[in-house]
């Protein structure tokens, strides 16, 4: 079973990604909308990275509220080991290795943007659930939950970039 993280490191993350979101949307409004060439205001440069930083200032905004009622601003226990677990340390490392794959070396090289997705998307939700699944002896059912999350994650990212804002994918 997962450890609670504690208020003071949710505190922390999510002043982290606020400031993060905050600058995004910074970012994507001072980008150039492209209005000299008389370009749909949809499809401007800055608009999706824009709802982006939204959603992340939005989400640290929730996380914020969150470790504030539950203490964050308490000064916490001197014995608090705050060193990441080695399952911690394997998760993040997982987590780095499907993101470069995905990035470096599945989008744009050869393999078609809504199939690199789905793979991506297959194998993380596979490989975190992966333990907790076959402990329940539930890997059939993981699986299959994993594949319709990347079926459906690969059509509509796919679907959404391409029909809604005129991007071409890899």
């Given at each position: 079973?997962?450890?609670?993280?504690?208020?003071?490191?949710?505190?922390?993350?999510?002043?982290?990604?606020?400031?993060?979101g905050?600058?995004?949307?910074?970012?994507?409004?001072?980008?150039?909308?492209?209005?000299?060439?008389h370009?749909?205001?949809?499809?401007?440069?800055?608009?999706?990275?824009?709802?982006?930083?939204?959603?992340?200032?939005?989400?640290?905004?929730?996380?914020?509220?969150?470790?504030?009622?539950?203490?964050?601003?308490?000064?916490?226990?001197?014995?608090?080991?705050?060193?990441?677990?080695?399952?911690?340390?394997?998760?993040?490392?997982?987590?780095?290795?499907?993101c470069?794959?995905?990035?470096?070396?599945?989008?744009?090289?050869?393999?078609?943007?809504?199939?690199?997705?789905?793979?991506?998307?297959?194998?993380?939700?596979?490989?975190?659930?992966?333990?907790?699944?076959?402990?329940?002896?539930?890997?059939?059912?993981?699986?299959?939950v994993?594949?319709?999350?990347?079926?459906?994650?690969?059509?509509?990212v796919?679907?959404?970039?391409?029909?809604?804002?005129?991007?071409?994918?890899?």
């Open positions: 079973m997962e450890e609670e993280t504690s208020p003071a490191a949710d505190l922390a993350w999510a002043l982290g990604w606020i400031v993060f905050g600058a995004v949307v910074y970012g994507s409004w001072t980008m150039d909308r492209l209005e000299k060439i370009i749909n205001p949809y499809t401007a440069p800055g608009l999706v990275p824009g709802f982006l930083g939204a959603g992340i200032f939005l989400m640290g905004g929730m996380l914020l509220a969150r470790a504030l009622r539950a203490g964050g601003l308490r000064a916490p226990p001197a014995s608090t080991d705050a060193s990441a677990t080695p399952s911690e340390l394997k998760r993040l490392g997982l987590a780095a290795v499907l470069l794959t995905y990035g470096a070396g599945l989008v744009g090289h050869g393999i078609p943007f809504w199939a690199a997705t789905f793979l991506f998307v297959f194998a993380s939700i596979a490989l975190f659930q992966w333990p907790e699944r076959r402990a329940r002896g539930e890997i059939g059912r993981g699986l299959a994993a594949a319709a999350c990347a079926l459906g994650t690969s059509a509509g796919t679907l959404l970039f391409q029909k809604l804002f005129l991007v071409n994918l890899p």
